[in-house]
Every structure is written in C-alpha cells, then in structure tokens.
C-alpha cells in the first residue's frame, strides 16, 4: 500500500469572515458547518484516505496549541507541527514541509490540503486521491480542480488540455476573472477552480522548486536544517524562513513547471471563503434564511444570522448579521467580500477588534476580558486542569484573583497556598507570582486588575513550561 502524508496548511488569516474569524482565532479554527472545526474536519477527511499517515501541520507558532487540542479531540493525539515563525504564504510552507518529510530518509507522497474548506463528498474525494495515485505519470504535479458550479470571480482558474482520462495536463493557470471571462470559461468545460489541493512526491515538488526558486529552496532547507525540536513540534529557523520570498504554489511552481496535471472533480467543495459561502453550505428554510444560535426572522429572505443573543431580522432581504461579544456585521450578501477592508481599517487605527476576540485562547486555557476603564480591567480565567501559568510580574498593575470554580494554587514572592470557591487574593505591583490548576476540574476565577497601564505586554517572564517570549501572557 502507497503510504501518503497529509500535509495540512493552517497559517490563514480568514479576514473576510470577520467578526468571527481573527487573527488570533482564524477561520480554521471554527465549526462553521457541523460539530467539527474546519481542521477538524480536514484531519478526519486526510486520515481517512487509504495509505494516509498521520497529518503534518503547517501553522503560525502562536496557534500551535490550539492545533493541538483540536486535533486531540478527534483522536490525532500525536501530530507532527511544523512551526512558521512568520507567513511567507503557500510555496515556502510547502517546501519546508517536504525538506522536514525527507528529514528521516524517506521521500513520501505528499497530499496538501488548505485546513480551512469543507468537502461534502468525502468518498469522492477518496477516490479521487486514489485515481490520481493510479494515473499520474513519474514526476507529476497533481492539483486537484473542482467543476464549476456558476461563473465565479472570486476563484483562479486551471485550463486543462484535450484527453479522453480523468487526469489532464495543465495548459494554464489564470487569474480571478471578470464575470463576462468566468462565464466564457464555465460554457466551454475546459477550466476547473484552481482548489489548491495538490499531490506529489516530495522531491518532485523540490526538484521543480530549485530550478524555479533556488534561493527560496535554498532559504527553506537552510530553515528546516537548522529548526529546534519542541516536542511533537519542529520549529523553523526564523532568519531563514523569513528570508525566503512569499509567494503561492502557484506562481513558484505550479503555472511554471511541465509537469502540471489537473484532476477536475465534483465533490460539494467550498473554501468557506466568504459569508456567503457560509450561507450556501447552510440548511435554509423555505425563505432561504440561513441562521446560527438565538435568531428569529419575519417577512425576511435569504439572509443569515449569527449571534448568541436574541437577534431579530423584520422585512429584509440579502442581508448577513453577525454578532460576536465585541463587535456586529451587518452587510449585504452582494457586498461581503469588503468585510477584508472593515479588517484593514481595524488595524490602521491600531485597533485590537481585528486582531483578537475578547476571549482570548492560551496554552493553559483562556481568559475573557469582561469589563474594563482606563485604570481597572475584569476578566474571566479558566485554567485547564493541571495547567499553569507562567512565573511573571507586572511593572504598572497590581491584581485581585477570586476564585468562582475549582481550586487555585498560588504563588506569590516565596509564599506558595491554595485558595477555594469563594475565596481571594491579592498581588501587588512589582510581585513575582504564578496561577495554577492542580485539580482534575477546570478552574474559573475572576481578576480584577488596577493601575496605570493594563497592556498584555506588561509581563515578565521567569519561568513558563510552554517556552513562550516574556512578553507574551
């Protein structure tokens, strides 16, 4: 049996469905169609294939735990993280991925899939791995197209060449047409979305890569050679990787090499790329309104809804709602692309909206950020069992921890106790301490922070089991 490694990129910033979806806490990350995460999903869908070893996942260093939970919830106890200090996008993930594959000797298959879109037709997609597995030539490049459904401009386009089987030699990659061109391409049957799912050989892949790309090949192994162990986790060198140019697959390799084959399939895929392709993936009622959570609509059609409290839509047509605790989208399904745009906006002001939710995932659990001032800030902590925070102090603020659920162990100076329900302390400014759950239940508790500045960078680090930076909480 042909042995296959998923490789799984999970760098995405999901901008254009914001508010649910930020830089901290991108789409992949989010059960926006069914119980499972869009990685969730992705994991299940690659381990399912005939041969598939456990997954490879690309991603941001700072989501690496996340990564990690999610895919232990679903069983993938023991994935191998590869750890991006920075995005340089598609064909740099791509080529550390697959100098980390050979790393040990091997030279694998490698099966690359975004890990942020939905695929209805799982068996289908098997078997399309498989027909590729059967009919790609040596040194093939495969990428996987998707049959139009309509003239999209939001998709780039693979032409295929004229052939009686399933797979077909690429003739060209084009660019996200206009309406007028996607129409011409869809009514001729010859072009497929360009999906950027892809198989090949590792080495196929860097022998293409070093006679298009040799410095970002030479940058890419130089980063995988001199990258540190962290567990399960690899982390690249991050001079290296960060010199390697960003650019896509595409452009590196894929619209440059010879050996491009396209395999059009028609499998219920989306890359969840917009509200309105959440909408479509969507169960509707008979008006076409799409709905998540507390969300009621009268005389209204074809809309969708998203919040958590009460929402009402009265009378309106094409419309999305999203609320989230800290921000609400209201737009037209015409004109959700610009969501991108409320984003840059956001970070032009300096503005942390676009950036984090108010609640706020770590390594040892999550705190939301429940009222706050110029010289207080409230928030909720909840600290995974047996987790702990890091040894710190802060310069500008003191703190007050009330424990609501769970047991506490404490830390401050040279004092070390435990608090219960309903009980508290205090730490004043300057103090060296640590929060910690040694019980089997998650632990809740309020803090309550006061002084002159109430930054996350106030933080300095001693001690942290999870090797974060100091000025990371």
């Not at 064909?91 to 550390?96: E, Q, R, T, V």
């Not at 040799?214 to 192994?221: G, K, V």
């Amino acid at each position: 049996m042909t042995e296959i490694l998923p490789v799984l990129l999970c760098g995405g910033s999901g901008t254009r469905l914001w508010p649910l979806s930020r830089e901290a806490f991108p789409k992949q990350f989010l059960p926006l169609a069914g119980e499972h995460t869009l990685l969730q999903a992705t994991a299940l869908r690659a381990m399912r294939v005939r041969g598939a070893l456990a997954p490879l996942v690309v991603c941001n260093a700072d989501h690496r735990y996340v990564v990690a939970e999610q895919l232990n919830e679903v069983g993938i106890t023991h994935p191998r993280l590869l750890l991006e200090p920075c995005a340089r996008n598609t064909a740099p993930a791509i080529a550390a991925a697959a100098f980390a594959a050979m790393a040990d000797g091997g030279d694998p298959l490698l099966l690359v899939l975004p890990s942020d879109h939905l695929i209805k037709d799982e068996s289908g997609f098997r078997s399309a791995v498989e027909t590729a597995l059967a009919n790609a030539p040596d040194k093939a490049l495969v990428t996987f197209g998707i049959v139009p459904e309509r003239p999209d401009t939001g998709f780039g386009y693979i032409r295929a060449a004229a052939s009686d089987g399933a797979l077909r030699h690429v003739d060209q990659f084009v660019e996200k047409p206009g309406i007028e061109r996607a129409r011409e391409y869809v009514a001729s049957g010859d072009y497929s979305w360009n999906s950027g799912m892809f198989l090949f050989r590792a080495s196929t892949f860097l022998a293409e890569l070093e006679a298009n790309e040799p410095d970002m090949f030479a940058r890419c192994s130089e980063a995988v050679e001199r990258a540190s162990k962290d567990g399960d986790a690899l982390r690249l060198d991050k001079a290296a990787f960060g010199a390697a140019r960003a650019d896509s697959i595409d452009y590196a390799v894929m619209e440059r090499t010879q050996n491009a084959f396209v395999l059009p399939l028609s499998i219920g895929w989306n890359d969840v790329g917009s509200w309105n392709a959440v909408w479509e993936t969507i169960e509707k009622d008979a008006h076409g309104n799409a709905a998540h959570g507390d969300v009621i609509t009268i005389d209204s059609r074809n809309t969708y809804a998203r919040s958590e409290r009460l929402v009402a839509l009265i009378g309106v047509e094409d419309l999305v709602v999203i609320e989230t605790d800290d921000a609400l989208l209201v737009a037209h399904r015409d004109h959700v692309q610009q969501v991108k745009d409320v984003v840059g906006r956001l970070r032009e002001s300096g503005r942390k909206e676009g950036a984090i939710h108010r609640k706020v995932a770590r390594p040892w659990g999550s705190y939301d950020s429940i009222d706050s001032s110029d010289r207080f800030q409230v928030k909720r902590i909840t600290v995974k069992p047996g987790a702990a925070l890091s040894l710190q102090l802060h310069h500008h603020r003191a703190e007050h921890w009330i424990v609501v659920t769970g047991t506490a162990k404490v830390t401050i100076e040279d004092r070390t106790f435990f608090l219960a329900e309903n009980q508290s302390t205090y730490i004043p400014l300057g103090s060296k301490h640590r929060l910690e759950n040694p019980g089997k239940l998650p632990l809740e508790m309020i803090e309550v922070q006061s002084g002159a500045y109430l930054g996350e960078d106030d933080i300095v680090r001693f001690d942290d089991v999870y090797g974060r930076a100091s000025k990371l909480q």
